[in-house]
């Protein structure tokens, strides 16, 4: 793989995951249970991970430091997709992405805390539009209390995730290779699926046809080969140009797919909220490593 390709990864890897994002959770609306959805993502990390430690020749690294980061980061990162599918359950994913894509404030957060870093004017800046835009997303104006519904808080549980798997990878970087990052990805990934199974509501039908596990394989297989593609746009590229365009761009191509789909627009809040956020996300990415 060429060296000058890595933006072909990133522009790919945005691609896939915005596409996927609007669709992930078409599956439960055809009734397929959310957490089975989970398994068959996890099933679709099998393949990718095995052919790229197959052509790199590497072996899955597992002294202490690497077993106790790879799964640190794959039981975030499960965790993370399992609260997701149930987001997008009961919430739009033109709201539930935006709010997903502000997870480096809990990475910058955790670097400022345990690794003694100093954040930028541009990471200051994405923290404030970040805070600022968290309030306007199921914000509806008038009289009485206002209460937020599950999957707004579901999208921040899976922002957290997220963001500290991040804040994992990058010290499991200065001594894991990318594919034993992802071999461990697709091994908690797998760890969880009998808990996902055992969390299924079987006392109802369950679609087990073309637009049930099927639909769910299609659409999760683009959430794989996306992660993989990440792998190698961060060995090629630079995070700091690699971050906007994956943080910040897939997220943005899943509002306007979503929002198409729709075919209105929400209201001013939460539109206000949707740029606020994804204009954070952008600067958050854009702050030097």
């Excluded at 679709?44 to 597992?62: D, F, H, K, N, Y």
Aim: positive net charge.
């Amino acid at each position: 793989m060429s060296h000058g390709h890595w933006v072909r990864y990133a522009l790919l890897t945005a691609a896939l995951w915005g596409v996927w994002g609007a669709f992930t959770g078409l599956p439960s609306e055809h009734g397929f249970p959310d957490t089975l959805t989970y398994g068959v993502w996890a099933l679709t990390m099998i393949a990718p991970a095995v052919w790229v430690m197959r052509r790199s020749g590497a072996r899955l690294q597992r002294d202490r430091r690497s077993v106790f980061l790879g799964l640190a980061i794959g039981l975030l990162g499960a965790g993370g997709q399992m609260l997701l599918f149930r987001a997008l359950t009961s919430g739009p994913p033109y709201l539930i992405f935006p709010i997903v894509s502000l997870s480096p404030v809990i990475t910058i957060a955790m670097s400022l805390i345990l690794l003694g870093e100093r954040a930028g004017k541009l990471g200051v800046a994405g923290i404030v539009l970040a805070v600022l835009s968290l309030p306007l997303f199921d914000y509806s104006p008038g009289p009485g209390a206002h209460h937020y519904g599950a999957w707004f808080y579901l999208a921040l549980a899976v922002m957290v995730a997220w963001g500290l798997q991040a804040y994992f990878i990058k010290l499991a970087n200065a001594t894991m290779s990318a594919e034993s990052i992802f071999a461990y990805m697709m091994i908690t990934g797998l760890m969880f699926i009998p808990v996902a199974i055992f969390l299924t509501d079987f006392s109802g039908p369950v679609n087990c046809g073309l637009s049930g596990p099927w639909l769910a394989a299609v659409i999760q297989l683009l959430n794989a080969v996306g992660a993989l593609f990440l792998v190698y746009a961060f060995r090629y590229g630079k995070a700091i140009v690699v971050s906007p365009l994956v943080n910040a761009g897939a997220p943005l191509l899943t509002s306007v797919i979503s929002l198409a789909i729709a075919g209105s627009l929400p209201g001013s809040y939460k539109l206000a909220g949707i740029m606020l956020a994804l204009s954070g996300a952008l600067l958050l990415s854009l702050q030097p490593e």
